[in-house]
């Protein structure tokens, strides 16, 4: 993967910040109105538009959203006027709601976030739906997986962005012992060190595992769901753009389209990074995301991804 050199005061979304904010109403379904709307304004923006649209028309403009659209530019625009941390719950929720569990979505987000959004989505989980996201992740998963979930609910990672030699090299040592070192693996010494220390620390170039990096040793050790989210949390800490822009190419490489992670990741990185995620993105696969998204997507739902994305 390659490393990034981004800084937490480089990184770029793509969304543009207007200063005008203009409520809209619409007679029939002009998705031309609602694109030009929603793809040029912030979150923010939009949460003041649906307020501002109850205030001057009475009513509700996401049940007015819903009568009108369907499929995925309907997914995509009610996407986008959740506010950020309830998107991040809802989707969580989503996951594990029925039969079946999307781990990919656990570990995407609960993986990725920093301590102070998962404290929020945590938080927004209980409010919004009454219920407690460690206990559903409790019924929902199991081993070594359930217990990295359960470690990642708590926001605790360190996030002092000085990284200290010694600690990673005590931790490599650690890691050795728990892993190439021995008979069997010993998880939670991994669980340990990859849930509370820092991102920086974790990417310390020069600490290896038996000659091995610390992606390379994972992949030896575990396998499954915990090992997609231990190496998930590598990944981010080495090239968090990196992680998204793949995840952005899986999601639209081969038959079919997996729609959801599609408009997941185009929404929650709109402001954050998703211009670092279109450089990794070209860097990784020769092909501009733009490119990928024009040649998967069709129609409304093509125009308004790509208003978002950019060029």
């Not at 999307?102 to 404290?119: A, D, K």
């Not at 407690?132 to 470690?151: A, K, N, P, V, Y």
């Not at 081969?254 to 402001?271: F, H, K, N, P, Q």
């Amino acid at each position: 993967m390659p490393r990034c050199n981004c800084t937490k005061c480089s990184l770029q979304g793509t969304v543009l910040h207007y200063n005008t904010i203009l409520p809209f109403y619409f007679q029939g379904t002009d998705e031309q109105a609602i694109i030009n709307v929603v793809a040029n304004r912030s979150n923010d923006q939009r949460q003041k538009i649906k307020a501002a649209f109850k205030t001057m028309y009475g009513k509700d403009l996401i049940k007015d959203l819903k009568s009108e659209l369907s499929g995925n530019v309907e997914e995509l625009i009610l996407a986008l006027f959740m506010p950020s941390t309830y998107y991040d719950a809802w989707s969580l929720r989503h996951a594990m709601k029925g039969a079946g569990t999307q781990e990919s979505v656990l570990i995407e987000i609960l993986c990725t976030r920093t301590n102070q959004e998962i404290r929020e989505i945590v938080n927004c989980y209980q409010s919004e739906f009454g219920r407690d996201i460690e206990q559903d992740i409790r019924s929902d998963t199991s081993g070594h997986f359930e217990r990295l979930l359960i470690s990642m609910c708590q926001g605790n990672r360190d996030e002092n962005q000085t990284v200290d030699y010694q600690k990673a090299q005590e931790d490599a040592q650690r890691l050795y012992q728990a892993g190439e070192g021995k008979l069997g693996t010993d998880e939670s010494c991994f669980n340990m060190v990859l849930a509370s220390r820092s991102f920086p620390q974790l990417k310390v170039p020069d600490v290896t595992i038996a000659n091995r990096d610390l992606l390379s040793s994972i992949d030896r050790e575990f396998s499954g769901n915990v090992e997609r989210g231990l190496k998930t949390i590598v990944q981010c800490a080495l090239n968090r753009p990196a992680f998204f822009a793949e995840r952005l190419y899986y999601s639209m490489k081969g038959a079919g389209t997996d729609d959801s992670t599609l408009i997941r990741i185009v929404v929650t990185r709109s402001e954050i990074d998703l211009v670092q995620i279109k450089q990794m993105f070209t860097q990784m696969y020769q092909k501009t995301l733009a490119t990928m998204i024009a040649s998967d997507t069709s129609g409304d739902y093509r125009q308004l991804l790509l208003a978002i994305v950019g060029q």
